[in-house]
């Protein structure tokens, strides 16, 4: 009797065995091990190489980040493009045009030793609420698509203290960029209210002023530029966890503020320098109703900004407050004025939406009365339009639709009625 085969890979006699040409033999197991083995390593094969993840440029060529000399808008392009979605105030967007275009052309500037080095210039944009800083510096990003992001300054504290860290608006411009860290180098950041960091008190004090001063003194190497140490997920800093570094040298800040009450400053500078016939006469062509376009450095120092950050933000603007035909014409004119989103909105159900010239009027009037500017407006417009954006879409017999002066009025005062109520309540 014949010797009985076995599989020439795992030795085993009792199973099927499959016989080869050179008189080996295989089972189906091994078949089966093998086929997994095959797999396995095609998959390898064709695999993508893990890339790195996104580290500081510092020190390093700048990465291609979507601009260069010939394709980066002129301070005139830039101008024309805010037109589009700002009313108004050409002292500032010129301001704030040429900064812009003078800030990313220092980024394009070849690396080289003998090159004359371009400092950064953040920029203060002063103005009442509502007169267009945080639109103006959501505008310029969204024309360049560069990282963006808003931070409200009156939410940061001194590191240690209950609070955000300073750190915590690089987190949020990580976030927009998908922490992709070379593109958020060349970002732009807004900081809102920083007239709310000022320092409470020109007189020293025994306890920390935690969210005034402290703040100011933690935002200076941010606007400078310095290497940072970022949570990812933002929060607090704990010593056992990984930080992002980010090089803050080529982010561009942008910091706003209403600086309520800083006309007194501006007005008691102004008036300790009239001396002699020849002054009083200046003193007469002093425009009293917009005292924000004399504003200088002083002013602010006497606000309660420290000497180191107003040095940080060499280019101050001011903007100025919204006239009654300057806020007529943000109902209608921007491209993505109130009026025409809500017409958009009914338009997608197939309705023909309206308004009427006095019932427009009749929201500047109000708008003006409360004193908020063009973020008032808005808050109206809601008042007047909730009930028809609740009913119109489902009523299939409507296919036009004309706000009145009439139902305007009904609506404003059912809203004022509703609120007086719930203040006595």
Wanted: proline share 6%.
């Amino acid at each position: 009797m014949g010797k009985k085969p076995k599989c020439s890979f795992c030795g085993r006699d009792n199973v099927h065995l499959f016989s080869g040409k050179d008189g080996s033999y295989i089972c189906p197991d091994c078949i089966e091990s093998g086929h997994l083995l095959l797999m396995e390593s095609m998959q390898q094969e064709e695999a993508p190489e893990p890339q790195p993840k996104p580290t500081s440029s510092a020190g390093q060529p700048a990465p291609d980040f979507g601009l260069n000399l010939e394709t980066l808008p002129r301070p005139k392009d830039i101008k024309q493009f805010l037109d589009l979605y700002v009313i108004g105030q050409e002292e500032a967007k010129k301001y704030l045009s040429v900064a812009v275009y003078n800030h990313y052309k220092r980024l394009l500037q070849p690396k080289d030793e003998n090159e004359v080095e371009i400092e950064k210039s953040n920029i203060l944009l002063v103005g009442s609420t509502g007169t267009g800083k945080t639109l103006l510096a959501r505008t310029i990003a969204k024309m360049l698509k560069v990282p963006f992001a808003i931070v409200d300054a009156t939410a940061l504290t001194q590191a240690g203290y209950v609070g955000e860290d300073v750190e915590s608006l690089l987190t949020r411009l990580l976030q927009d960029c998908n922490y992709d860290i070379p593109q958020a180098e060349r970002g732009i950041v807004f900081i809102d209210e920083i007239d709310k960091i000022a320092r409470k008190s020109e007189n020293p004090s025994i306890t920390r002023d935690v969210s005034g001063e402290g703040v100011q003194q933690s935002l200076l190497k941010l606007l400078e530029g310095a290497l940072i140490n970022v949570p990812p997920e933002g929060g607090r800093k704990h010593p056992e966890q990984e930080f992002l570094h980010v090089e803050t040298k080529n982010i561009l800040f942008i910091c706003g503020g209403a600086f309520d009450g800083i006309e007194k400053k501006i007005a008691q500078r102004m008036n300790t320098q009239v001396v002699g016939f020849e002054a009083q006469e200046r003193k007469q062509k002093i425009d009293k109703d917009n005292l924000l376009q004399y504003i200088a450095p002083h002013d602010l120092k006497s606000f309660g900004l420290i000497p180191e950050i107003i040095g940080r933000l060499p280019i101050i603007t001011y903007l100025h407050p919204l006239d009654k035909q300057a806020l007529r014409n943000i109902l209608t004119e921007p491209k993505n004025a109130i009026t025409k989103q809500y017409e958009k909105l009914l338009e997608m159900d197939g309705i023909k939406l309206s308004f009427a010239p006095d019932m427009l009027d009749y929201i500047v009037d109000k708008a003006v009365e409360n004193k908020l500017g063009a973020r008032g407006l808005r808050g109206l417009m809601e008042s007047i339009m909730i009930d028809v954006m609740y009913e119109l879409p489902s009523d299939k017999q409507t296919d036009s639709f004309e706000v009145t002066r009439e139902y305007a009025e009904k609506k404003i005062e059912k809203a004022d009625f509703y609120k007086l109520k719930n203040t006595e309540e």
